[in-house]
């Protein structure tokens, strides 16, 4: 347990739904981050926050929207996905992003059909 | 040309073996570098964090910075099966993006320790 909770940790979703993943993190940081993990790709960073505030949209599509309401709660909202999306979803926070020693939840598993 | 580069393996190993992971790195920018471990189905697990250049220990693990040949290590002495896994390595800087640093990752190294 790395006080990085993400929800759910498994997802199946058609082209034209809309769904939403949570992380909430316990550990009093600052910053929090999505990522993405593609088979045999390195993590690619899509989102940054840093006291509520986005500080980084790394050229990620619209169909994926970010929402930091608080400094421990961070969602990523899915909408009209590609079977290209497929991939492992992680969220981690650090204590600000200046200070990179960041931690991971579990992630979770998207599969879109 | 890559920022990050690991040799992605799998790097097959007999129990008690020392074992070395390495990555190099392109931009002279970063400053932090750290050695994740995931297991199957789950999240990255942080091992090292260090600064600069030098070692540090922490257990069985050694990590190793060499900031004028942009190289970094991590070594695993007395290998067990636990620690079959992937690898992952990461450094940050300030990129010239703006006031933070961004955490870049390698893109793993599988290893697997037999008994």
């Known amino acids: 347990e790395t006080g990085v909770t993400q929800t759910p940790r498994h997802l199946v979703m058609g082209m034209t739904n809309k769904k939403s993943l949570k992380c909430e993190q316990h550990?009093?940081?600052?910053?929090m981050y999505w990522y993405k993990q593609s088979a045999k790709k390195p993590l690619e960073l899509m989102f940054v926050?840093?006291?509520?505030?986005?500080?980084e949209n790394n050229s990620v599509p619209s169909r994926f929207s970010p929402e930091c309401p608080n400094s421990s709660h961070l969602f990523l909202h899915l909408h009209t996905l590609q079977p290209e999306d497929s991939a492992l979803y992680l969220c981690?926070?650090?204590?600000?992003?200046?200070?990179?020693?960041?931690?991971f939840g579990q992630g979770t598993r998207l599969t879109v059909v | 040309q890559k920022e990050v580069e690991q040799d992605p393996g799998p790097l097959s190993v007999p129990e008690g073996a020392i074992v070395s992971l390495n990555c190099t790195y392109s931009?002279?920018?970063?400053?932090?570098f750290m050695w994740y471990r995931q297991y199957s189905r789950k999240g990255p697990e942080l091992l090292m964090y260090?600064?600069?250049?030098g070692n540090k220990e922490d257990g069985r693990f050694t990590a190793q910075v060499d900031k004028s040949s942009k190289y970094i290590s991590l070594f695993i002495r007395d290998s067990q099966p636990s620690d079959s896994a992937t690898y992952l390595c990461?450094?940050?800087?300030?990129?010239?993006?703006?006031?933070?640093?961004?955490?870049?990752f390698g893109a793993g190294t599988r290893l697997a320790v037999h008994p």
């Open positions: 990461a450094m940050s800087g300030n990129l010239g993006n703006g006031g933070y640093n961004k955490l870049i």
């Open positions: 926050y840093n006291f509520k505030e986005q500080t």
């Open positions: 981690a926070s650090s204590l600000s992003d200046v200070n990179t020693e960041a931690f």
């Open positions: 931009n002279s920018a970063f400053q932090y």
């Open positions: 260090t600064y600069s250049s």
């Open positions: 550990l009093g940081h600052n910053a």
